[in-house]
T-cell receptor, first 113, second 119 residues
Framework: DGGITQSPKYLFRKEGQNVTLSCEQN?????MYWYRQDPGQGLRLIYY???????QKGDIAEGYSVSREKKESFPLTVTSAQKNPTAFYLCASSIYGQDNGYTFGSGTRLTVV | AQSVTQLDSQVPVFEEAPVELRCNYSSSVSVYLFWYVQYPNQGLQLLLK??????LVKGINGFEAEFNKSQTSFHLRKPSVHISDTAEYFCAVIPGPGGGSSNTGKLIFGQGTTLQVKP
């Protein structure tokens, strides 16, 4: 079955370390997105990519980086510059410009220790 | 630009009671509307969507929503809730056909409503 896979489910990181969250989809979707979710703050867009080798900053891109070398993959790196990285991270994909909405992964919970 | 307001951050309700989760949107162009559900520590799952046609949309798990263009609302309803409906619900909007420069292709989400079903 087609879907979108995020790994790992839980991730622990020491302060000052970079960490990369994986997101892979086999839906042949053009666009991919990264959201951060904190209690009571809904979903906040970090980065998005509409085609391979191109991506744009979302509302809270500082302290994060992404790459889109393959259509199927959109990894997110949380750098040491991110002041408060503990959160739930969601990846999504869509057929750009269509009316099907987004397909979401199951999320990665990152905890800084 | 589009925006979405979910009028209630939390909605407590007893099991088997009806529930309505309210969503209002703002847009100068026609839009497509969505409701998503998120169970604890999981991703979002599409409940239903309105694209065009009948203003009453039926979704999964017995939920339905009504599009009201004059009131710019898209409220979610269920006539009888179960404990298993306890979750967070998100309303979202994206410009429809003819959205022109407003159409960034990105969904705009509301802040979410936590539905707490009590026994």
């Amino acid at each position: 079955d087609g879907g979108i896979t995020q790994s790992p489910k839980y991730l622990f990181r020491k302060e000052g370390q970079n960490v990369t969250l994986s997101c892979e989809q086999n839906l042949n979707h053009d666009a991919m997105y990264w959201y951060r979710q904190d209690p009571g703050q809904g979903l906040r867009l970090i980065y998005y990519s509409q085609i391979v080798n191109d991506f744009q900053k979302g509302d809270i891109a500082e302290g994060y980086s992404v790459s889109r070398e393959k259509k199927e993959s959109f990894p997110l790196t949380v750098t040491s510059a991110q002041k408060n990285p503990t959160a739930f991270y969601l990846c999504a994909s869509s057929i750009y410009g269509q009316d099907n909405g987004y397909t979401f992964g199951s999320g990665t919970r990152l905890t800084v220790v | 630009a589009q925006s979405v307001t979910q009028l209630d951050s939390q909605v407590p309700v007893f099991e088997e009671a009806p529930v309505e989760l309210r969503c209002n949107y703002s847009s100068s162009v026609s839009v497509y509307l969505f409701w998503y559900v998120q169970y604890p520590n999981q991703g979002l799952q599409l409940l239903l969507k309105y694209l065009s046609g009948s203003t009453l949309v039926k979704g999964i798990n017995g939920f339905e929503a009504e599009f009201n263009k004059s009131q710019t609302s898209f409220h979610l309803r269920k006539p009888s809730v179960h404990i298993s409906d306890t979750a967070e619900y998100f309303c979202a909007v994206i410009p429809g056909p003819g959205g022109g420069s407003s159409n960034t292709g990105k969904l705009i989400f509301g802040q979410g409503t936590t539905l707490q079903v009590k026994p």
